[in-house]
């Protein structure tokens, strides 16, 4: 699985794939802090079921990247003990499925420890763990629980969606004194798009508008993010429809203030996630929309999700039980009605 070089451009920044990100972001905190080191099954000597950690191996010695046998709770576990004595674990496993045969070290431990000690120990380790559907893997292997982790308190629960969100929430991942559950989607995993070497870590609990609009705001994570703007494009040219889209870029802690305010200033949104609807992330955001800017829609809420199944094999069965672009633009285009927009022209709440 080779790929191109990244390629820098005349400003500094550098083009690479969502893959290139991980890893490179990865060799650079191995270096930089000691006490960092890598845990999961195949990560050494097979360089990762999808070549995150390629090379590291050989740079770092099996010390720093450790195979582990086929127990997800076993080496989550040890990695929860290696955090709470000081050392910053990042745990690797396969796919987001197999985390929940470590739910009980995850949720009863690492996010608990803290409180339940007083402070006195925290457990500094991150979990990077990618899901999502579209790549014939069966009903099993193709979830994305990230709900079930932010649920909980005491855990941070992150979801970029660019290469460059990759980066910047995996060094605050990283560096971050708290459990922090990294996922990633496996369609974004050859993604490019433009990173800065040079930029900080990113705050977790903190969206971002990543296209500014007046007409209607759509809120989104992870794969869905590429979706969303996709579909802003779409009817922007198409329609004249000026669409705002958020990146949530975190779920816990979730950024209510800014998706809020964004609805105060569009009126109108429809909320985007690549999971099942009933009980969904969507549901909490349409919650805080209601509660925070209710006086301000001009149309119901809209949730766009997966079929409530378990996810095909058949790859034409699974990609109609996935959320796609024009099922986002069907929504949209309700929700705009809705409001009494004009598709003729650009109509202003001003």
């Not at 083009?15 to 990100?21: G, K, V």
Request: charged share 20%; net charge negative.
């Amino acid at each position: 699985m080779t790929e191109p070089a990244a390629v820098r451009d005349a400003a500094g920044q550098v083009t690479m794939t969502y893959r290139e990100a991980l890893r490179t972001t990865l060799g650079e905190e191995l270096r930089r802090d000691p006490n960092v080191f890598l845990i999961g099954e195949e990560i050494g000597l097979f360089e990762g079921s999808y070549k995150i950690t390629q090379g590291l191996l050989k740079e770092f010695g099996p010390r720093r990247v450790r195979d582990t046998p086929i127990a997800e709770e076993g080496f989550t576990g040890a990695a929860v003990g290696a955090a709470m004595l000081g050392l910053r674990p990042v745990v690797e496993l396969m796919t987001i499925n197999f985390s929940l045969l470590a739910l009980d070290q995850i949720v009863n431990h690492a996010a608990k420890i803290y409180g339940m000690f007083g402070g006195q120990v925290s457990v500094p380790m991150v979990i990077r763990t990618p899901g999502g559907g579209g790549q014939q893997l069966g009903a099993t292997h193709s979830q994305n629980v990230e709900l079930y982790y932010a649920f909980v308190p005491g855990l941070k629960v992150v979801a970029p969606a660019t290469p460059a969100a990759a980066r910047g929430l995996l060094l605050a991942a990283i560096r971050d004194d708290d459990p922090v559950l990294f996922l990633e989607n496996l369609s974004l995993y050859n993604s490019k798009g433009e990173v800065d070497l040079a930029a900080l870590p990113m705050e977790i609990g903190r969206a971002q508008v990543v296209r500014p609009g007046r007409h209607l705001t759509v809120i989104a994570y992870s794969r869905m993010v590429t979706v969303a703007l996709e579909a802003a494009r779409h009817l922007a040219a198409s329609e004249g429809a000026d669409l705002e889209v958020v990146d949530l870029r975190s779920l816990r802690p979730l950024d209510r203030d800014t998706f809020v305010d964004s609805v105060r200033r569009t009126h109108a949104a429809v909320v985007l996630e690549d999971d099942w609807l009933t009980y969904g992330v969507g549901a909490e955001i349409a919650a805080t929309i209601g509660e925070g800017a209710f006086d301000y829609l001009d149309a119901p809420v809209r949730r766009v999700a997966m079929a409530e199944v378990p996810m095909p094999y058949s790859k034409p069965l699974e990609t109609a039980a996935l959320p796609q672009m024009a099922d986002v633009v069907r929504a949209i285009r309700e929700t705009l009605d809705a409001t009494g927009f004009s598709y003729s022209r650009s109509v202003s709440h001003d």
